[in-house]
């Protein structure tokens, strides 16, 4: 089974910071890897798909990058809406989908 | 745009079944690029991929769950349903669906139902 890896598992950074959370697969996943926000008692949101490509709506400061093992999500100038947890998750199609154990954005 | 609620029991006994059912609205279920899934969180915890189905009924489920989860799609309700055996409270969590379409991933869900497994 392949395994995703977050890190840091907390962050904390100011508003207007850029800040980058890493996810690493056990294994190549090419660019099958989507980005999540979830803030308390709301269901996640979708950021970023297919490694790099922003979902509709979602803002520009938010960006996604890599390929094969090794992928990060950046935000770019921090606004106090994006103080959230972040997962990332593998997916394939339709049998796997593999989430990693989330970093959680605080407020410094 | 697609919507989605989930519904059914938010208290469930240990070794009973969960039954849970997902209604979708504003689009069709039968539609063939959109694949429906389950996922929970227990709290305080990350999100667990519990299964995924297709409209023909076609499923695919997380090996974690050991053969308990079985999930069914009705397309004249245009919903789908989850149901999880001999439940503990291993199985407290909140549960959402969502949709997976045209590889982006899941891209929409319900708003999740809180389901506590207690005598």
């Known amino acids: 089974d392949i395994q995703m890896t977050q890190s840091p598992s907390t962050l904390s950074a100011s508003v207007g910071d850029r800040v980058t959370i890493t996810c690493r697969a056990s294994?190549?996943?090419?660019?099958?890897l989507a980005w999540y926000q979830q803030k308390p008692g709301k269901a996640p949101k979708l950021l970023i798909y297919?490694?790099?490509s922003l979902e509709t709506g979602v803002p520009s400061r938010f960006s996604g990058s890599g390929s094969g093992t090794e992928f990060s999500l950046t935000i770019n100038s921090l606004q106090p809406d994006d103080f959230a947890t972040y997962y990332c998750q593998h997916y394939n199609g339709f049998s796997t989908y593999t989430f990693g154990q989330g970093t959680k954005l605080t407020i410094k | 745009q697609l919507q989605l609620q989930e519904s059914g029991p938010g208290l469930v006994r240990p070794s009973e079944t969960l039954s849970l059912t997902c209604a979708v609205s504003?689009?069709?279920?039968?539609?063939?690029?959109?694949?429906w899934a389950w996922i929970r969180q227990a709290p305080g915890k990350g999100l667990e991929w519990i299964g995924t189905?297709?409209?023909?009924?076609?499923?695919y489920y997380n090996p974690s769950l050991k053969g308990r989860v079985t999930m069914s799609v009705d397309t004249s309700k245009n919903q789908f349903s989850l149901k999880s055996t001999s439940v503990t409270a291993a199985d407290t969590a909140v549960y959402y669906c969502a949709t997976y379409s045209g590889g982006k991933a899941f891209d929409n869900w319900g708003q999740g139902t809180l389901v506590t497994v207690s005598s």
């Open positions: 189905i297709y409209y023909s009924g076609a499923t």
């Open positions: 504003g689009g069709t279920i039968s539609r063939s690029s959109y694949y």
């Open positions: 297919a490694a790099s």
């Open positions: 294994q190549s996943i090419n660019s099958w």
